[in-house]
């Protein structure tokens, strides 16, 4: 039986949990290069949890030059089952103010000078990301969010810009007109790797500011972000620890991702060499060595 570890990815501030008393950080390599920062693993009411600091600590690394399939191949090499990513957005609706959580189940793509695959070298995997997050690990979410007493919203759609700079009005505009509620640099491709390396995913949005849009809000600022980011953190700690407790109740042993690569590769067998089998055996070697 397959044991449900989970890990969160997510600023370095939602770390500093009073209870999580057993402390290691991992060194871990990767072939895609290095992680983000050391992992913490901890346990907390006997549960092994996993915390990557998607920046690093100290918030050194930028939206763009984030390692992003180092991250999941060494979540995955930990064992990691499901993530839950924990980000700051913009809002793009009246009804979603600073400090409100939204439990994303779509994502909107817009970046663009990022690596998006594992399967990018002579290996050809297409994975289905009709629905990106998963949804036993949304109904977690949803009840470790209404535990804490968070406002909240269940669903919505997460543009991805590529930043490190905030939107422009026109563009701030057009993502409304699509209908889409938050805006933020970091769930792609993270979620798409993750879908690649069968690893259930959901991604809870803090809402830190109202994107250029709002006229009140047209000079986003890094100050006044910080503040609300802070409150959300710490609302975040009480969900986190919530989450860490019931998660394993809305595993969902037929959730797609579980083994969503078994229909995904397209590559013939003869084609595949060894040094890319190798290179893939944390991401995919459940489905190459058969």
């Given at each position: 039986?397959t ?11 939602l ?14 390599q990767?072939?895609w290069?290095?992680?983000s920062?050391?992992?913490l693993?901890?346990?907390y ?5 996993y915390?990557?600091?998607r ?18 191949d ?5 064992g990691v ?5 924990v980000s ?10 600073p400090?409100k ?21 002579e290996?050809?995997a ?11 690990l ?5 009840q470790?969010i ?8 269940r669903?919505g ?8 700079q905030f ?12 209908k889409?509620d938050?805006?933020g640099?970091t ?10 390396a069968?690893?259930r995913?959901?991604s809870?949005?803090m809402v830190t500011d109202?994107?250029?849009w ?5 000079n986003v600022d890094v100050?006044?972000v ?6 959300n953190?710490?609302?975040?700690k009480?969900m ?7 998660f394993?109740?809305?595993?969902d042993p037929n959730?797609?991702?579980?083994n969503?690569?078994?229909?995904a590769?397209i ?5 595949r ?9 944390t991401?995919a070697g ?5």
């Amino acid at each position: 039986m397959t044991t449900n570890k989970l890990a969160i990815i997510g600023g370095s501030g939602l770390y500093d949990v009073e209870e999580l008393k057993e402390r290691e950080l991992l060194d871990l390599q990767t072939p895609w290069g290095k992680p983000s920062d050391q992992i913490l693993k901890t346990k907390y009411n006997s549960k092994e949890v996993y915390f990557l600091p998607r920046h690093g600590r100290g918030h050194f690394v930028s939206p763009s030059e984030i390692n992003f399939r180092a991250n999941i191949d060494a979540l995955k090499q930990l064992g990691v089952t499901d993530i839950v990513s924990v980000s700051a957005v913009g809002s793009l609706k009246e009804n979603l103010p600073p400090g409100k959580f939204v439990i994303v189940d779509q994502f909107i793509d817009r970046t663009f000078a990022r690596k998006k695959t594992f399967f990018d070298d002579e290996i050809v995997a297409h994975v289905s990301m009709a629905h990106p997050t998963s949804n036993g690990l949304m109904n977690a979410c949803e009840q470790a969010i209404k535990k804490s007493n968070i406002d909240y919203q269940r669903n919505g759609t997460y543009v991805v810009m590529e930043g490190p700079q905030f939107s422009t009005l026109a563009e701030s505009n057009l993502y409304r007109s699509w209908k889409a509620d938050v805006i933020g640099m970091t769930n792609m491709p993270e979620a798409k790797l993750a879908r690649e390396a069968e690893i259930r995913y959901a991604s809870v949005s803090m809402v830190t500011d109202f994107d250029c849009w709002h006229p009140d809000h047209e000079n986003v600022d890094v100050q006044q972000v910080i503040k609300v980011l802070l409150g959300n953190a710490e609302k975040a700690k009480i969900m986190i620890k919530n989450l860490i407790d019931n998660f394993e109740s809305y595993v969902d042993p037929n959730d797609p991702t579980n083994n969503c690569l078994d229909v995904a590769i397209i590559t013939a067998p003869e084609k595949r060499t060894k040094k890319t089998i190798d290179k893939l055996k944390t991401i995919a070697g459940r489905v190459l060595s058969k």
